[in-house]
């Protein structure tokens, strides 16, 4: 249930590919990738079952539309096989939700089958933002709704996932991701109703879990 | 030589029109613009005087050429005439200067005669680094080296921009942009070598100039 996160802005390709080894070793759903690092990613994770992910429109959510299905069809391409897409907070803040919905359905469609989880960012919105959000994305075809990228103030609480469960369909998955340092954490926010996690502690998490069991 | 910022994620639709009728009457020499908010800048704009930048792979730099590419495409084609493109930090970090240097070259392509500066996040660079940034981005044909986007944990320095201008040649030019919120840091900068502004505090920098003649 975890992504391992590999987004950081500074990660050297010689620290990329030692998180690929580490998420490979500890077999967790996915490497969430920046898309620079795609392609080396789907190379190193090949035949372990440890999916490649990747973001787009990440992390402020502000690029236009082709941009965003451009992101995501060389994603695709290269091997991506889960989309975390930055919804357009500006425009969710603005009350604009034909813009944003638009702008997810075709993030969905330019992924072709790969599922798109959408990332809010829940550090600038308020509590009506966040519902007007989640059903946007639900309409538009999204897998997942996701809290944060983990580069806004705050992160995954387990008050907004609640929200964003009692928001979206039972069919809707709710993604925590933001500030997951520890095992109770993810407990936590399982509890609340997230069934995906993001973070870069995943060792520390793994490391707790197997010491409790 | 005020290039004023408008890349807050959080701002609204209202807030960028405020923001543009601000540079307009300041007389800036361009908003810096988030991409969704080219076609609007451009609109508002229109007749003043004032361009309108935006930026590209922004803030992380880590997405891949060809989705830099489009995002440069659309921008132009939407009314953007300077683009700030973010560099691959982690290419550079990694010392795969033959990598930084085609992403930029082909981002200079696409904007097909717009003029392109270059940010380099000297927050995550050793001196080292930003030397061969700078380097990478001349030979690749920019127009601007840039210190920052502002979004890191330090922005603009004096020794930063002195190094930066004694790097590259006369036809280059320096950018500073990252905390600069008074005419005091502006000068600083300034007799560094930078020719160039970002700032979000355009308004209060030039009260002070005004105050001071």
Redo the contacts between chains.
Sequence with gaps: MIDHSL?G??????E?EAGCEQAARLQVASVCA?????VLASRLLAGTGVLVGTVVG???????T??KV??TR??VE?GAREIDMVL????L??G?LPAVEADIRAVVEAAAGSPVKVIL?NA?LTDAEKVAGCLAAERAGAAFVKTSTGF?PTGATVADVRLMRATVAPSVEVKAAGGIRTLDAVLDLLAAGATRFGSTATATILDELAARR
Tied chains: 1, 2.
């Design positions: 987004l802005p500074t990660l050297t390709v010689a990329v920046r898309p620079c690092d795609v990440f992390p402020h959510g502000a690029t236009t082709p941009a451009e992101e060389v994603a290269q357009t907070i500006s425009r803040r603005s604009d960012e600038y806004a």
